[in-house]
Each structure stands twice: as C-alpha cells, then as structure tokens.
C-alpha cells in the first residue's frame, strides 16, 4: 500500500514539473479529485492525450479562389498580321467569354465576339471586314490564388464578312451638252464565309471580390480562309482583351 501512495506521489510532481517547467509551453492540470490510485491517474492522463485539439480552420486563397463557373466579356483590340496586316488597319470589338471549372486549375468554356477591321483605303477603295469568331475553348490556370495566370486553345468557326467598293473615275462625253465630264463608277463586292480556326491565348484573372474578376488576355486568332477579293487567304490578328468575369 505504502509502494503505491508512493509511486502516486511521484507521479503527481512529474506532471507538475512538466507543466510548470517547460519554457514557453502551457498544460492544462489533471485534477486529482476523486483519484484513489496510480493506474487511474495515468488512464486519466492517456485520455487527455488522446483528445484532438480543435482543427484550425483553412486559410482562404484570396479573392475571387474558389470559381465553379464564369461569364463576362470585354473590349477587344485586334491588330491584323500577314497578308491582313497589308490589307486592314487595327481593329475594335467585343469579347464574350463563358466557362465551366472542371477542377481548380482547368475549366472549359466558348467564346465569341464581334470585331470590326477597317481597310487601309486609298482614293479607289474602301471597305471593312468584321469577323466573330465561334470557338470551344479549354483553359490551364498556374494558380489557385486571387492572381491566376493561364494558357489556353480554342478552336472552333470563324464567321467573316467583307465589304469592298471601287471607285473608278471615268471620263465621259455627255450627249445632252456635248461636254467631257467625270464620273466615279463604283464596283462594290460582298463576300461572306464561315471557316474553321484556332486561337492560342495566354493571360491572367485577378480576383477583386469573391464574384467579380478582372481578365486580360492575348489570344492569335487564325482563320483558314479561302481567298477573296475582300478577306486574305489566312485571315490571323492578336487579339488583346480587357475585361471582366462574373464567378459563381
């Protein structure tokens, strides 16, 4: 009997010492009320370990971290490159972007628009070309956080429709008064086609708030045209995009 008081004891100022003892380091006190032994000390103290802490709770990623789908758009500014390049100035447009987050990192989605290419006209011709493109499109975000760079693809069709008008100045002799007068004839094309395409992009989605996001982008787009007085064998122009998204 004595043994064990004994052991009782010294197990009593070991728990004391570690509690008070230890730098930095706080231990809640076992109470020793209504323990009459050693073994159930130590069935007490095992307990208490046993017992998990309380999970702390996650830490957020940022605005705008968790999307599950997204839509918005943006203004568009496209500059023309080889043989569209030659032909047309810079253009202007709208961007409308719609996606669906399969994971954190990668979503799918389609994109279209409404951009309008003025020609670089000289004193016979004049003429625009406007392009929508129709494109399924998968997405690679780099990050989780508020600040998402990404790459993507989209391919899909490409609508474009030109419009041309020559004017020829013509010298002609009037019969009513016998006078030599000029006119401008004018010639005026209308071509329209729908043709596949491929548009790579790159750029990033900042998160202002959990619902509203930031985008900007640049994106080659490439028509496979065929050629036509108005729109160029291979129809290509970067796109640049500003704009906004809507995450849900």
Do not use: C, W
Not at 11 to 40: D, H, M, N, Q, Y
Not at 52 to 74: D, E, R, V
Not at 139 to 147: D, H, M, N, Q, V
Not at 222 to 230: D, L
């Amino acid at each position: 009997m004595k043994k064990s008081f004994f052991l009782f004891l010294i197990a009593i100022l070991v728990f004391s010492f570690t509690e008070t003892g230890t730098a930095g380091t706080t231990v809640k006190r076992i109470s020793t009320e209504g323990i009459s032994s050693p073994e159930e000390y130590f069935a007490m103290a095992k307990k208490k370990k046993r017992r998990k802490p309380k999970s702390k709770s996650k830490s957020k990623k940022g605005k705008g971290s968790s999307i599950t789908a997204a839509a918005g758009g943006g203004l568009f500014l496209g500059l023309p490159m080889g043989d569209f390049g030659t032909a047309y100035k810079t253009g202007m447009g709208l961007d409308v972007e719609a996606e669906y987050f399969m994971a954190p990192t990668f979503s799918v989605g389609f994109n279209t628009g409404y951009f309008n290419f003025k020609l670089k006209a000289d004193s016979i011709t004049t003429g625009s070309a406007k392009v929508s493109p129709m494109l399924l499109k998968g997405t690679i975000y780099l990050s989780e956080g508020a600040f998402k760079p990404f790459i993507g693809l989209g391919v899909g069709m490409f609508y474009a429709h030109s419009k041309l008008t020559i004017s020829v100045p013509t010298l002609y002799s009037n019969p009513v008064t016998g006078q030599d007068e000029l006119l401008n004839l004018r010639t005026e094309f209308d071509d329209q086609e729908t043709k596949p395409g491929v548009a790579p992009n790159l750029g990033f989605l900042y998160g202002v708030t959990d619902n509203l996001n930031v985008m900007f982008d640049a994106r080659y787009n490439m028509m496979f045209s065929k050629e036509s007085m108005g729109i160029p064998k291979s129809l290509s122009f970067i796109g640049i995009n500003l704009g906004i998204l809507l995450s849900f």
